[in-house]
C-alpha cells in the first residue's frame, strides 16, 4: 500500500483573509507524492484546501468560524434564482472538460478577473504562466478544469480536484465583461459541477470554506442543503 508523505512548508500566524481583526493559522503541507481518490475523499471532508502540490486545513488559534462546506448531490434541487440563472445561459454557450492546462489566454483572464473583482492585494503581481501552473495545474489530485465558452470566445474557468465519491472547487475565474457578467458566470459555474458530480456518480461536491457573515463565503450556502463541518462532524443544513 502506498503510503502518503508530506512535509511542513508554513505554519505562521497572519491577518484573516475573512473576518476583521482575527488571526488566521493554515498549516501548508507539501505533498511529497500523488494521492489517489480514496486519500482525496479523505483530505475532501476534512476541509482541507489545495494550493499546488500542497494541502491546507484551518487551525486558527482563537477563532472556529470556518466551516467546510458540501452539497449532497442526491439530495440538491436548484433554487428558482438558480434555475433562472440555468435558463439564462445561451444557446452558443458550451462548456469543455478536460485536464487543467496553461495557456496565455487563460493566465490573461485569471488576471483581468482578479484585478476586475478587486481580489488583488496592493502590492500584488499579476499571475505569470509559471506562477499559474504551481497554483492551479500542478497538483497531489487527479485534477480537471471545465472551460467555458460563447461559441469560441473563452470567458470562464473551473478548476475542480476529484475523489472517489466527491468533488472539490479550487477556483472559479471568468470575463469580467458586462455580456458574461449578467449571466452570473459563479452562479452557472458551481451548477455545472454539481451537475458533473451527479452524472459521474459521485456523492458530495465540497464547496471550500464557509464563514456565516463573510460576503466572500456565505453565499455558499445558498446551494441547499448542504452539509457544514462543526466540531469535526458534518451537520445538515436545510
Known amino acids: ?52 502540490r500542497a494541502l491546507y486545513r484551518i487551525a486558527c488559534p482563537a477563532c472556529t468560524e470556518c466551516k467546510g462546506i458540501r452539497v449532497p448531490v442526491r439530495d440538491f434541487r436548484p433554487s428558482r434564482s438558480q434555475r433562472r440563472v440555468l435558463n439564462r445561459w445561451p444557446e452558443e454557450g458550451r462548456i469543455e472538460v478536460g485536464q487543467a492546462t496553461v495557456s496565455r489566454a487563460k493566465v490573461k483572464l485569471f488576471n483581468l478577473h482578479k484585478r476586475v473583482r478587486g481580489l488583488a492585494e496592493p502590492d500584488d503581481e499579476p499571475m505569470s504562466p509559471e506562477g499559474y501552473m504551481g497554483w492551479l495545474v500542478h497538483s497531489c489530485f487527479d485534477t480537471i478544469e471545465m ?41 452557472y459555474s458551481a451548477l455545472q459541477e454539481l451537475e458533473f458530480c451527479r452524472r459521474s456518480g459521485r456523492d458530495y461536491y465540497y464547496l471550500g470554506l464557509y464563514v456565516e457573515g463573510c460576503d466572500k463565503l456565505s453565499y455558499k450556502a445558498q446551494y441547499r442543503p448542504n452539509e457544514r463541518l462543526v466540531d469535526g462532524d458534518w451537520r445538515r443544513f436545510e
Not at 512548508?9 to 498549516?27: I, N, Q, S
Open 147 to 187: 472551460r467555458y465558452y460563447l461559441g469560441s470566445r473563452l470567458i470562464g474557468v473551473g478548476i475542480l480536484d476529484l475523489g472517489r465519491i466527491g468533488a472539490s472547487s479550487v477556483y472559479y475565474y471568468f470575463d469580467t465583461d458586462p455580456e458574461v457578467a449578467q449571466l452570473s458566470p459563479g452562479v
Open 1 to 52: 500500500m502506498a503510503v502518503n508523505r508530506q512535509v511542513l512548508v508554513y505554519d505562521g500566524l497572519h491577518r484573516c483573509p475573512y473576518l476583521d481583526g482575527k488571526v488566521a493559522r493554515l498549516p501548508l503541507y507539501r505533498q511529497l507524492s500523488p494521492l489517489g481518490w480514496d486519500a482525496a475523499d479523505e483530505r475532501f471532508a476534512a476541509a482541507e484546501r489545495r494550493v499546488g
